[in-house]
């Protein structure tokens, strides 16, 4: 620690306050905190400058730093924080180092008690330097938000091109209503849509289309002779029993923290924004014998037990060698790649794995009835311009999230060395320039 910085408590810096119950809010648009993250909007704020917020019950180490209106439960600590003597986004990156955990005095739930956090000891040095710190830690934290926030327009844009070809059907709509031809009750809404909207699909897309539609009775109106094939006609789909039975899995597959070989892709990861510090690997062996599933990065891998119908892709960024872990399938169709994938996140897709999910215990569907499913595409000339169109929207994606791991490792590598003084600021400050 430098000569000028100074040990504290943190009693000293700030006063802790206790949440309150939110049941009586009416909805609104201030964010409402329980120590696992935003539950709801409410109306109201019960505090509205910025705020360190530390679990009081639950998962101890979810500390949140906000700076706008916001509404905390009563598993939930907020804070007033002394500007005066600690700048509050330093005080947030110096606790993120903090073992809250370590702290627990509850039996049955983890618990922290106001007296335990305000004898905790903090080490600041002057309040100009902290904010230098916080900036540069804020600069990082800030470029991996807009990567974020670009990846999910990126990703509601493919959203948008799929539903509006393949569930709105609007192409085929714009085609009837230049024909002259009925459109289907069901679409008549849709229609008048169309018909205020000016700029339309070019001609060599809306030429992919029918301008007449027919009656299922599995998808109901759909454009007329809109073609489908079965999954198992239109992909190969494996998952990690295709090796063998949970037996001789057991006996032929070591899974391990330390990165040995490969990524073991478990849902889990999924929900867990695939954090290495959360992945299980495998050794070569494990890979070898597990070489059914291994997985290229562009297959669509589909939860198939508990989570049933959860649809993801491979974290190509990562870079790593990678097999398809436990409670999943992967699709295999590298033409077909994102249809696929916001085919089976689409709400008709939904409906279609709901149908062949069975188990009392715990919800499952099989390989089987899976790849019996029907998939309704069109034709392949018009999945071929979906892809076409998507391509550049995942590339762009994947090459976000590949700069969001490496800015987040350099974050990590910063703070603790920032936090401590062992890193001179103008250094840290070069290394983030030249990243971001």
Known sequence: MASNWVERNLGDVLEIKYGKDHKKLNDGNIPCFGSGGIMRYVEN???????????????????????????????????????????????????????????????????????????????????????A???????????????????????AMAQ????????????????????GNTIPDQLLERAEQRKAIKKKDNSDIQDLFPDTFEFTEEMGWI???????????????????????FASLKENVTLSDDPEYALYIRT???????????????????????????????????????????????????????????NAIAIKNENMSNFLQYYF????????????????????????????????FGSLELVSKFEEACQPLRA????????????SNIHNTLLPKLMSGELRIPDAAALVDEAV
């Open 268 to 326: 889990t990861d999924y929900k867990n924004d695939f954090s290495l510090a959360k992945a299980k690997y495998v050794n070569k062996h494990s890979y070898d014998f597990l070489k059914k599933s291994i997985l290229e990065g562009y297959e669509v891998i589909i939860s198939n037990v508990g989570d049933t119908g959860t649809v993801f892709r491979p974290p190509v960024w990562l870079n790593q060698p990678m097999t398809l872990g436990s």
């Open 45 to 131: 704020s019960i505090y509205e400058q910025e705020s360190i917020l530390i679990p009081r019950k639950g998962s101890l180490n979810n500390i949140y730093y906000i700076d706008q209106p916001f509404w905390t439960v009563d598993t939930l600590f907020w804070t007033k924080i002394n500007p005066e003597i600690v700048f509050p986004k330093f005080l947030f990156y110096q606790l993120k180092l903090t073992d809250f955990v370590s702290l627990n005095v509850g039996s049955a739930v983890p618990s922290l008690t106001v007296p335990v956090l305000n004898d905790l000891k903090i080490k600041l040095p002057p309040v100009a330097e902290q904010k």
């Open 223 to 245: 454009p007329e002779s809109w073609a489908s094939d079965t999954v198992k006609e239109l992909a190969n789909v494996t998952d990690y029993v295709a090796n063998g039975s």
């Open 133 to 155: 710190i916080a900036h540069i830690l804020g600069t990082l934290d800030d470029k991996i938000e807009l990567n974020r926030q670009m990846n999910e327009t990126l990703e």
């Open 345 to 376: 996140s689409s709400c008709f897709g939904q409906y279609q794995i709901s149908s062949i999910v069975g188990g009392s215990a715990q919800p499952k569907f099989n390989k089987t009835d899976f790849r019996a499913l029907a998939v309704y």
């Open 396 to 407: 762009k994606i994947d090459t976000n999230l590949s700069q969001i791991l490496l800015l």
């Open 160 to 179: 948008a091109l799929f539903k509006s070809w393949f569930v709105d059907f609007d192409p085929v709509i714009d085609n009837a209503l230049t024909s």
